[in-house]
């Protein structure tokens, strides 16, 4: 079975600090990598992903995420943090033989400090 | 609307009603999945549709709980002598084609918020 690690349960920040969310999961075959943002108030909105091909991914707002294979990680980064990062941060992973149902981490909550 | 949508957005039941949850789907998104975020369990699958079949129903946590999707589209959640502890956010998601291989992104509705009391 899958599962999915999240070590950061919350993480406060201050504005323009660089992030690094960490996220390792388990799992013995080949796998789609994920992370999924939820801001206060709104649904989960899809930040980036990893399929295949070149292991560093950029998403949206200026986030990026590394797969590393040996290491069963997939950290989320950003340079320079805003206010408006504060949200949710899910992790999550599905087998790469089929749209399987995803397994998510427990989370990460980010709180940016003005 | 392009976007998965979900009602009702909130839901308060008394323990022991049933409920319905519904879910509509991308068009054109065949496959459909089900999931329930909640404070002790965080994020968890609890079902998936191909079309209008579900080859995978290994998350519904008791026989409480069904789904159904008719017309490959729109789904239905029923959960039947609602307990306390089945209060949580019932997310719904879809994808286009569901098919082995496929390298497919999953979108999330809003959720419905569910308590029951």
């Known amino acids: 079975a899958q599962s999915v690690s999240q070590h950061n349960h919350h993480v406060i920040l201050s504005e323009a600090a660089s992030l690094e969310l960490g996220c390792n999961y388990s799992y013995g075959g080949t796998v789609n990598l994920f992370w999924y943002v939820q801001y206060p108030g709104q649904h989960l909105q899809l930040l980036l992903k990893y399929f295949s091909g070149d292991p560093l991914v950029k998403g949206i707002k200026g986030f990026e995420a590394e797969f590393i294979k040996s290491k069963f990680s997939f950290n989320l980064r950003k340079p320079s943090v805003q206010w408006s990062d504060t949200a949710e941060y899910f992790c999550?992973?599905?087998?790469?033989?089929?749209?399987?149902?995803?397994?998510f981490g427990t989370g990460t909550r980010l709180t940016i400090i003005p | 609307g392009a976007g998965v949508s979900q009602s009702p957005s909130n839901k308060v039941t008394e323990k022991g009603k049933d409920v319905e949850l519904r879910c509509d789907p991308i068009?054109?998104?065949?496959?459909l999945y089900w999931y329930r975020q909640s404070l002790g369990q965080g994020l968890e699958f609890l079902i998936y549709f191909q079309g209008n079949s579900a080859p995978d129903k290994s998350g519904l946590p008791s026989d409480r709980f069904s789904a159904e999707r008719t017309g490959g589209s729109v789904s239905t959640l029923t959960i039947q002598r609602t307990q306390q502890e089945d209060s949580a956010v019932y997310l719904c998601?879809?994808?286009?084609?569901?098919?082995?291989?496929?390298?497919?992104?999953?979108?999330f509705g809003p959720g419905t918020r569910l308590l029951v009391l």
């Open positions: 068009s054109g998104h065949t496959a």
């Open positions: 999550a992973v599905n087998a790469n033989f089929g749209n399987e149902k995803l397994t």
């Open positions: 998601a879809s994808s286009l084609f569901g098919a082995s291989g496929r390298e497919e992104t999953q979108y």
